[in-house]
């Protein structure tokens, strides 16, 4: 399944060792338990919704490819649990992040009222420039709904998020809301690697992280080796 819009263009493929990777981007995708964070994840990596998804234990992610202004992008997205008492375990999953999808239940108040906490708590142990996509899901349960998009709309502006209503279940907006952050992302990181005098230093297959007030680039794939070793008592 292909896409393009506004310069990105993603695509659900196999990937093969020998693909041109110029970047990897890691995401984290946060929020209370059961507003569909799993579901999100699925819909947008492998276009798939399960009617039979359990809690996610602990951390795991999928990954895709996109291509963002000539450049091959793999999207690295980690599905964080919401629970409390998993929430000291995570946050040491936000380091390298320049990625948040923050996800609430538009039919739960109390999902939506925990927003400003994990904006608190990204902020906290993030980096500062991470780009944030405040997301507000079950967009199909229109007549169940308790949180109006004008005030998800009112909190981003204050915050300087982006926002979009999605429906895991239909796949509404999944794709558009995924692709607009990791253009965002792009943006940051490619202004960044210029500040840095990096821009023309940057050789294939890296990932870009954010460390304090520098653009450190290190190769994607010794990421992936490092991230799977702290992995190893997870479930991915």
Do not use: P
């Amino acid at each position: 399944m292909n896409q393009e819009m506004n310069g990105v263009e993603t695509e659900r493929v196999k990937e093969n060792v020998h693909d041109k990777i110029d970047y990897v981007f890691k995401v984290v995708v946060i929020g209370d338990s059961a507003v569909g964070k799993t579901q999100i994840l699925s819909r947008f990596a492998k276009n798939a919704f399960s009617f039979d998804s359990k809690s996610t234990i602990g951390v795991e992610f999928q990954t895709r490819t996109a291509t963002i202004n000539g450049k091959v992008i793999k999207a690295q997205i980690w599905d964080t649990a919401g629970q409390e008492r998993y929430r000291a375990v995570t946050s040491a999953y936000y380091r390298g992040a320049l990625g948040a999808m923050l996800v609430y239940d538009i039919t739960k108040r109390q999902s939506f009222d925990h927003v400003a906490r994990w904006v608190d708590e990204l902020r906290a142990q993030a980096d500062s420039s991470i780009v944030i996509m405040l997301i507000g899901n079950k967009g199909d349960l229109v007549d169940q709904r308790v949180v109006h998009a004008e005030d998800a709309v009112e909190f981003a502006e204050e915050q300087g998020l982006f926002f979009s209503e999605t429906s895991a279940l239909s796949g509404e907006n999944v794709e558009t809301a995924f692709c607009k952050l990791l253009e965002q992302i792009h943006r940051v990181v490619s202004k960044r690697s210029l500040e840095c005098g990096k821009g023309k230093a940057n050789s294939h297959n890296n990932v870009a992280t954010l460390k304090g007030s520098k653009l450190d680039v290190i190769s994607g794939a010794e990421l992936e080796l490092s991230e799977m070793k702290n992995l190893s008592s997870c479930s991915c």
